[in-house]
Structure formats: C-alpha cells, structure tokens
C-alpha cells in the first residue's frame, strides 16, 4: 500500500469466522485430494431452513414488475414500518409508532456499528458484556470509543452482577449492549432483569441498546426490553428476521425505541446506503405476519437439533443448560489435567483445533467471546439432525481411539 490504514483499523482483527472459514476452506480442499470427506462446519449460526412460504412467493411476484428496482426511502417503506410494530404489538406487547420509533435496517448487525458511529464519540465509555458478540467490541473499538467488559458468569446466571456495575467508575459511560436470550450462552431474559437494567440505565443516564434476534428460538415467552414502563427514554432494541424466520441472507433488520433517538439514527444511516430493495421489504412484510404455528414447527426442529448437540457435548464431557435459548448450545469443558502451563491455548481452542484436526469436525471455542467464554465451546444448530448424527459419530470415534 502506498499509504497506512487509518489508525482505528490497529485496534481490530478480521472477523473469526472469517478467518476460520478461508482455514475450512483450504482443509477441506486437502481432505478432497485426500479422498476424505469435508469438515463438517458446526461454527456460525447461519440457519439452513426455509422462509415463510408467502414472503418467497411474494419476492417472485414483486422482483418481476417494473419501477421496484430504484432506490428505496432511507425509512423503509410504510408498510414494513406497520409490520414490524404489529409484530412488537402481538408478541412483545410493545407499542411502537411506525412513523417515527422504527428504523429498517440490513440486517441488525450494521445496526452495532451505526448506532456506535451515532452515540460514541473518541473516549466515551461503553459496556460491553463478556462473553458476548465480538462486534460489540470491534464497532466500539472502530469509533474509539473507551471499552469497559462487565462480567456475565455462569455462576449468576450469565446476568450482569449489578453489585460489580456499580462498583465500576462509570463517568463518562454513555452505552451498554446488552443481548438477551444471550449469544453464545443462551440465557433468556426475564421481565426481573429487564426492569434492573433499565432502572440501572436511569440511573446512571445511559443508554441501553439490546440486541434482540433470539428471542423466538427455543424460547416460549419471547420479551422485550421495550416493554418495560419507561424503557424507551433510556433504551433501544434491535431485532432482524434472520433467525426468527431464516432470512439470515436477507438482511432484513431493525432498530426500535423513542422518535428522538431513531432521528439521530437516521442521521448516520442515511449517510450509508440507499434504502433496501423493494420486493425484500414487501416479502419481509409477509414474514412478520407469521402466526404461531410458525414458530412452534420452527422450534421442533431446533429441539430436535438440540438433542444430538446435547449427546456431542456429553461426549467431550461438557456441561450444558437444556433450558437456554437460541441457536447454539453451549458449554463448559472439564478441566484438562496438564495443559496449565503447556500449552498457551484456552481449553476451548485446544478442544476446538483436535476435533477439527482428529474427527474433521469444527465447534466454536468460546474465547472469541472473551475470557469468561475460555473453558467454553459452543455448537451450532444450523445444520439438519443427519449431519449432527454424522459429527456425534465422527467424535465418539476419535474419543475412542485418541489420548485427550
């Protein structure tokens, strides 16, 4: 390069997975002129199923006409505003105004980045939860903002301890993200929990963004932080269709909360696309009126997925929770007797490198997700019960045959 990067760029790493997916990728090239067969890749959380049969239908009909294929409103279009605040109104109980308390976004993952470019200026505190999403902390880092871990443990839950929040010097912390159900613990929020953080953002006057695409996963009750009286002076919420109706590659999100702060959102947001295409935002439309039935067929199939995971961890020894959320199960490996001191790897990626390497099998270690997720791994549920079957044989087999 004939220049440097600009200097926010030091402070981050290219995304894990996709590291790990160009790493797959060669290994897998390797095995094929080995006359093996490929990894089986139980890493990202990318579900495999098939949207909402109307919201297909409706993309094939819509993509055809003519005049879709222009630039669309920054806002999104009123009637996917009108779907998402049915959506919130019927599930969350939460009343939102279309108008003006909803943001479309692509997928809720830009939402970390543009939401931090519209809050956090150079040196303003931000909450960030460990084990969590990585982005939290790259977008953080990306603004220059000033990063503040908070402690999730297993011990409490995977909840904040609000003993330790407030021991913490919070001068000058403008923002915390929170995710419930959890990702990657699976922790599922409570309406307890809800009204503490938001009582805890009051407080301290700080902003509370919740990331929000689990809910619907594994999870009978899913909840809202927005429903809480007073929630949306001090908070926001981000949603997506991504895992909720297996519209991942869609790119289909939303931010959600008061007028003022989705204005200030918009700022940012409108600087940095042209809308999203049309046909995506009518078929987005059928999704989200999606009854109960979906959902409950959407969940025996990760139900079914969960219960050949859960064999996969009682092989490597791992203990689980069966009551937690979301597209992964995740847990925390026995102590290896002798690695102290051996090897500079954490327990999860010590576990992770002999499965992929021994039984072609990859699970993501947990210390990608920070230092409270070292003894962890996490499996995906985003691959059908044969292939999982496939990778419980793969490892009872190499368990067998190899020192651990």
């Known amino acids: 390069m004939i220049i440097d990067p600009a200097n926010r760029t030091l402070s981050v790493k290219e995304y ?7 790493e797959i990728a060669r290994l897998n090239a390797e095995r094929a002129a080995a006359g093996l067969d490929p990894i089986i890749n139980l890493g990202i959380g990318s579900p495999d199923g098939t949207p909402p049969r109307e919201a297909l239908d409706t993309l094939a009909s819509q993509a055809v006409k003519d005049g879709v294929h222009g630039y669309q409103s920054y806002t999104g279009i009123p009637e996917l505003r009108q779907a998402f605040a049915g ?7 939460v009343k939102l105004d279309p108008a003006c308390e909803i943001q479309p976004l692509t997928g809720s993952k830009e939402g970390i980045l543009i939401a931090s470019l519209t809050f956090l200026n150079p040196g303003d505190g931000v909450l960030v939860p460990d084990p969590g999403y990585p982005t ?20 409490n839950g995977w909840y904040p301890d609000f003993d330790a929040l407030e021991s913490m010097d919070l001068s000058g912390v403008k923002l915390m993200w929170t995710n419930y159900p959890g990702m990657p613990t699976g922790a599922k929020a409570t309406p ?13 006057k700080i902003l509370i963004i919740n990331d929000n695409p689990y809910s619907f996963i594994r999870n009978e009750k899913p909840l809202s932080i927005l429903a809480v009286p007073g929630a949306k002076e001090c908070c926001l919420e981000m949603n997506s269709l991504s895992k909720a109706h297996n519209m991942a590659g869609w790119r289909l999100g939303m931010m959600a909360g008061d007028a003022a702060y989705i204005k200030e959102i918009l700022k940012v947001k409108s600087q940095m696309d042209s809308g999203i295409f049309r046909p995506l935002q009518l078929a987005a439309v059928e999704a989200l009126g999606a009854g109960p039935e979906w959902f409950r067929s959407l969940n025996a199939e990760y139900y079914r997925r969960a219960a050949v995971a859960y064999r996969i961890m009682d092989t490597l020894g791992a203990r689980y929770d069966q ?22 790897r954490t327990p999860g990626e010590v576990m992770s490198d002999r499965l992929l390497k021994l039984a072609g099998v990859f699970i993501t270690p947990g210390f990608i997700f920070g230092k409270n997720g070292e003894q962890y791994i996490r499996i995906s549920l985003c691959a059908p019960v044969p292939v999982l079957e496939r990778a419980l044989e793969k490892i009872q087999r190499e368990m067998q045959v190899i020192d651990w």
């Open 323 to 344: 009551d937690a959320a979301g597209l992964f199960v995740w847990g925390r490996l026995p102590e290896m007797p002798g690695q102290a001191g051996h090897d500079a």
């Open 16 to 22: 894990y997975f996709s590291i790990k997916n160009r």
């Open 87 to 93: 959506w919130y109104d019927r599930y969350y109980g």
């Open 192 to 204: 307890e929990l809800y009204q503490r953080l938001v009582d805890f953002a009051r407080k301290h």
């Open 136 to 155: 939290y902390t790259s977008a953080s880092r990306m603004v220059e903002a000033r990063l503040l871990k908070y402690d999730l443990l297993e011990k």
